[in-house]
């Protein structure tokens, strides 16, 4: 089955760095990477997604990447801001269906003022 | 206000006791979802229901129970077969298996 590897496990940087957590996967026929960010006391929330027919997709301050060949996937943050501070989750699905979904251990991401 | 919402906040468990946590959604939405989530591990899918009164069992739905008799309700049963059941418990909902999912504030299970 899809085995999904993120990393770091944590990270902290300076507000207006920027931010880069990777993320692995081990079914090649994965073909949808959704990531969610998680702050303290909620749930998780899909900040933005890339499908495998795209290799970058760009929403403001944050991007996807994606290398298909190599199996790996990555978000970036640019010009952090303390708000960014959460837990972030990649994800890999081989059919889009949420029921074949299989999540990274999740970022913890600390962004100092 | 629309959205998902999971009680209680905090769980406590006795040794041999069910316990039921609940999940209730008013986005109209017709699969609903409960994932366990573990420090340092990533959200595991425990059962899922793509409509009302039809579920399947998830990755790792033993020592665990569910129904969905209302589409605005999909309680779990945590019974006294799941040995280790000291968790973070999120519900999700979305409009089909291939949207995208909305995730509950999570209850926190704990064992005395």
């Known amino acids: 089955g899809e085995n999904v590897e993120q990393h770091p496990s944590t990270l902290s940087v300076q507000e207006g760095d920027s931010a880069v957590i990777k993320c692995t996967y081990s079914d090649s026929a994965s073909n949808y990477f959704p990531w969610y960010k998680q702050e303290l006391g909620k749930g998780p929330q899909l900040i933005i997604d890339i499908r495998s027919n795209v290799g970058e997709k760009k929403d403001q301050r944050i991007a996807v990447t994606l290398n298909k060949t190599a199996k790996h996937f990555s978000l970036h943050i640019t010009e952090t801001q303390p708000e960014d501070s959460a837990v972030y989750f990649c994800?890999?699905?081989?059919?889009?269906?949420?029921?074949?979904?299989?999540f990274g251990a999740g970022t913890r991401l600390t962004v100092k003022p | 206000d629309g959205g998902i919402t999971q009680s209680p906040k905090y769980l406590f468990r006795k040794e041999g006791q069910n316990v039921t946590l609940s999940c209730e959604q008013n986005?109209?939405?017709?699969?609903m979802y409960w994932y366990r989530q573990d420090p340092g591990q990533g959200l595991r899918l425990i059962y899922y229901?793509?409509?009302?009164?039809?579920?399947q069992k998830g990755d790792i739905a033993e020592g665990y129970s569910v129904s969905r008799e209302k589409k605005e309700s999909f309680p779990l049963t945590v019974t006294s077969a799941q040995k280790n059941p000291t968790a973070f418990y999120l519900c999700a909902s979305s409009l089909g298996l291939k949207e995208t999912q909305y995730f509950g504030p999570g209850t926190r299970l704990l064992v005395l």
């Open positions: 994800a890999a699905s081989r059919k889009n269906n949420n029921n074949d979904m299989r």
């Open positions: 986005l109209n939405h017709d699969a």
């Open positions: 229901s793509q409509i009302v009164n039809d579920f």
